[in-house]
């Protein structure tokens, strides 16, 4: 069956750095979604990604789909002590049936 | 979106007994999924419940075990049945919206002893 794998499991870093989490899907996916989920909170959507290629930025984060539509990253630029947090990628081959990868945990030291 | 709120927020009940979970989403939607995430780890699917039919449950997840009701468009319950340790989680609900993003509900932390 389709699988997300996501990595890496965790990132420590310091304020100011860069983080970037990386997502693969056994099969071509139709879209991929983002989610963020904060300690003690739930999974909040951040944004999808459809097209082949797409990048999409919010503030500091920078979304990407990959050509083949199988993987995707998220990249933050300058970490603050906000953006931590767990961070999920989220494939699905058609409709609504999402498969969750297994999320990176990222903490930021200030 | 949609504005979405479960009952309990919190459980802790003993091995052998049921806990049903409330999911109540403030707009009509066709579908509503149920979630578990069990400690440190990622959301798997249980369940797709549908109004007017019965659920579609995920390979692993049987409906004696995770009975399901959908008795309209904006509410659904998710019952724990026989409960063990294992089963020590925490069961989110979803909605769709838009174009395949999802909004999950906050969530019931349920803990077995």
């Known amino acids: 069956g389709q699988q997300v794998m996501q990595i890496p499991q965790y990132q420590h870093v310091q304020e100011g750095e860069d983080f970037t989490t990386y997502c693969n899907s056994s099969?071509?996916?139709?879209?991929i979604q983002w989610y963020k989920q904060r300690p003690g909170g739930h999974p909040v959507f951040l944004i999808q990604?459809?097209?082949?290629?797409e990048v999409k930025k919010q503030k500091r984060l920078t979304f990407q789909f990959g050509e083949a539509k199988k993987n995707s990253s998220l990249h933050i630029t300058a970490t603050q002590t906000t953006d931590v947090g767990t961070y999920f990628c989220a494939g699905s081959a058609g409709g609504f049936k999402t498969i969750f990868g297994a999320g990176t945990r990222l903490f930021v030291k200030a | 979106s949609a504005v979405i709120s479960q009952k309990p927020s919190r459980d802790i009940c003993q091995r052998g007994t049921s806990l049903t979970i409330q999911c109540q989403v403030d707009s009509q939607v066709t579908m509503m999924f149920w979630y578990r995430q069990q400690p440190g780890q990622s959301l798997t699917l249980i369940a797709t419940?549908?109004?007017?039919?019965?659920?579609?449950?995920e390979s692993g997840f049987v409906i004696d075990k995770f009975p399901i009701s959908r008795p309209n468009l904006t509410f659904s319950t998710l019952t724990v049945s026989n409960l063990s340790p294992e089963d020590s989680s925490i069961y989110l609900c979803s909605v769709p919206q838009g174009n395949y993003e999802q909004y999950f509900g906050p969530g019931t932390r349920l803990t077995v002893t």
């Open positions: 419940a549908n109004q007017g039919s019965e659920a579609t449950y």
């Open positions: 990604l459809v097209k082949s290629g």
């Open positions: 099969t071509t996916l139709s879209n």
